[in-house]
């Protein structure tokens, strides 16, 4: 896969939307696209048969599954347990998007730790979190079997905190920015 230029001041509509079953023709080609060893449908089934402890989201861009982002819930702590963006939209912004309906998810579920593994090469990726104000809390040895890698394990604390809050502001404000006639579900 090559990265592509970015385009964050490119304007587009997305929708954003809980991920059904028709939704997974379009997931699972771009999560072939993205990933080595992508989940195969019948994980992602038994994730969204998980109704109380997980939600997925897709966006959707022109009507078409543009990317997708899901997260499992327990008492205090969120986990990030999957998110891509189709390759030919990269950089527009889609997965900051589906980032920050997550972790509001999350905060209005009273998780105050939000948590994700992410390959250490996958730079790209840790920018991304690094903006929610994730950061690196660990190493996982040999996390991603396919290719040997290690994960970073990245955190974000305090997420119920009025700093956490003022950050979550200020992303959707740039969002608003981008594309001035979406609400973000406001
Ligand atoms: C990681 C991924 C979901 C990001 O989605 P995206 O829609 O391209 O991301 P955005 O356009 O919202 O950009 C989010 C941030 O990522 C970083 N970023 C995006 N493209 C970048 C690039 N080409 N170079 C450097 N940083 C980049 C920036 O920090 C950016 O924030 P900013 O524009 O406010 O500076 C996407 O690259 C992807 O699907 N990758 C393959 C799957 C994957 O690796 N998933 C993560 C598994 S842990």
Redesign the pocket.
Known sequence: ?T????E?DRQIDIEVAKMRRRDLRRVLAIEGE??PRPWTRSLFLSELAQRHSRTYLVARHEGEVA?YGGMMFTRKEAH?T????A?E??????????LLTLVTEAVARSCDRIS????VS????Q??Y??FGFSVEGVRKGYYVETNEDAFLMVAEDALSTDYRLRLESIRD?LRKASPRDTFGE
């Open positions: 896969m990265a592509l230029a970015r964050p993205v990933y990317g990030v999957n998110i891509a963006v390759p939209l990269h950089g527009v912004g889609i997965g900051t998007r589906l994700l593994e992410v390959r996958n730079s790209i990726a920018s991304l690094e903006k740039d």
